[in-house]
């Protein structure tokens, strides 16, 4: 299923029921419109497809566990002021995790912004073990010194580069100006910040999912977390960007623009290597030359290719 593009919300559908495989899912928000109920689909999602699955809680923000939080089965770790490598390694070799160790496995890290910078990526791969799935949130309206940020890529840079998929959670009003989102990305938030206000059953996520060749495939969607339903607003498919003559303009003394005419002439070139895709490949791996009148031909060469 991986490899089709023909139905994206099947996609959707897929990656949180944990049957992609996708090992750590990365899901960015901002105050305006929380990640929290993309996190309550992937529960609801995921526990359909594996009524087995074992939840883990990671929490730096959440003082009580939530009550998708089932006791006796799942696990809430507090991490918030202690070392989180020291108290996710003491629970990874702890009995009680080797009793469900055959079990499918979801770790749910309410805030990565609380892991240092240098620390980010070690602590990821103590979560990477077969049969776990890693899903964090990352607050992108967050004070990066809180996080220990002082100079080269950014952790939310690190994340997204190791992340299998990226939800990025918007308000569905995210591209009006005159939106809460839209206003507090450019100028702050502002007090009080009616965060419950902002909340609606019905956001917007754009998803990233990278497929095993490092292929990504961009998408669209407007998710109703009380229906469970998805609309796929738009897939993007990729394609050769029009070409933006406005920003040759004024680089060099040279005229770097093509004319309507070059442009039709320059689409008519046949490329060398198209012919050798035709007949389904009879050609092969060959090289396809035709000789031209001025071509010296010497038959007697011994080391011409024979044709």
């Known amino acids: 299923m991986s490899g089709s593009v023909a139905s994206p919300s099947v996609l959707l559908k897929r990656v949180l029921s944990l049957r992609e495989a996708t090992p750590f899912l990365l ?22 497809a594996n009524p087995d ?17 089932l006791k006796n089965k799942d696990y809430f770790l507090d991490l918030l002021e202690k070392d989180p490598e020291k108290t996710l390694t003491s629970f990874l070799e702890s009995p009680i995790h080797f009793e469900n160790g055959a079990k499918r496995k979801l770790f749910i890290i ?11 990526v070690d602590f990821l791969k ?8 890693v899903y964090g949130i990352y607050h992108q309206d967050f004070p990066l010194e809180v996080s220990g940020y002082k100079k080269g890529p950014s952790t939310y840079s690190y994340l997204h580069y190791l992340s299998s998929c990226v939800f990025d959670v918007k308000s569905l009003d995210h591209e009006d100006t005159d939106s809460t989102y839209y206003k507090t990305l450019i100028n702050g938030p502002t007090f009080p910040v009616g965060v419950r206000t902002t909340q609606r059953q019905k ?7 990278r497929r095993k060749s490092g292929r990504s495939l961009d998408y669209k969607f407007v998710i109703d977390s009380s229906s469970h339903e998805y609309e796929n607003v738009s897939s993007s498919v990729p394609t050769t960007q029009a070409e933006d003559e406005s920003l040759l303009t004024n680089l060099t003394t040279f005229n770097l623009n093509t004319t309507q005419k070059q442009k039709e002439q320059r689409e008519k070139v046949d490329l060398p290597f198209l012919e050798a895709q035709q ?11 035709e000789f031209e009148k001025d071509d010296d031909y010497d038959e007697e060469d011994p080391y011409e290719e024979p044709f």
Do not use: W
């Open 27 to 48: 899901a960015c928000d901002t105050f305006v419109q929380s990640a929290s109920l993309l996190t309550n689909e992937l529960i609801h999602t995921s526990r359909q």
């Open 53 to 69: 699955i074992v939840l883990i809680y990671l929490s730096f923000e959440t003082p009580t566990p939530p009550s998708f939080v």
């Open 110 to 120: 309410d805030s990565l912004n609380y892991i240092q910078h240098d620390k980010v």
């Open 126 to 133: 103590l979560l990477m073990q077969p049969n776990h799935t």
């Open 203 to 209: 956001f917007f996520v754009h998803l990233t999912y």
């Open 279 to 289: 007949s389904m490949g009879s050609v092969g791996a060959s090289i396809v030359y």
